[in-house]
Nanobody, 123 residues
């Protein structure tokens, strides 16, 4: 079964950190560009980051640049999103997605989505 599974969400305090994981089964993440997205209640889905499959080049939205870092562990077939300096406005459901390129993630030509993991930032 081909699927992406996110984990690592939860409750964090403002200024705190969380690390999300996106684990794959049935597909090799190294063959894909992996993006992280989030959607807060009443808001549109927001693209946060992308890590290329072939080069491991990374790209970030301005809203998370300098605070969030995406990385890949090919041995574990897992991509991570390290989130530091969390703010209440980071509260959302976070999703990972796989596509051919980072541009494909932007144009919604996405091959696979995860089911999402909830992140809440509150004191």
């Amino acid at each position: 079964q081909l699927q992406l599974v996110e984990s690592g969400g939860g409750l964090a305090q403002p200024g705190g950190s969380l690390r999300l994981s996106c684990a794959a089964s049935g597909l090799i993440l190294e063959d894909y560009a992996i993006g992280w997205f989030r959607q807060a209640p009443g808001k549109e889905r927001e693209g946060l980051s992308c890590i290329m499959g072939s080069t491991d080049s990374t790209y970030y939205a301005d809203s998370v640049k300098g605070r969030f870092t995406t990385s890949r562990d090919n041995a574990k077939n897992t991509v991570y999103l390290q989130m530091n300096s969390l703010k209440p406005e980071d509260t959302a459901v976070y999703y990972c997605a796989a596509a051919g390129t980072c541009i494909s993630l932007v144009t919604n030509e996405i091959d696979y989505w995860g089911q999402g993991t909830q992140v809440a930032v509150s004191s």
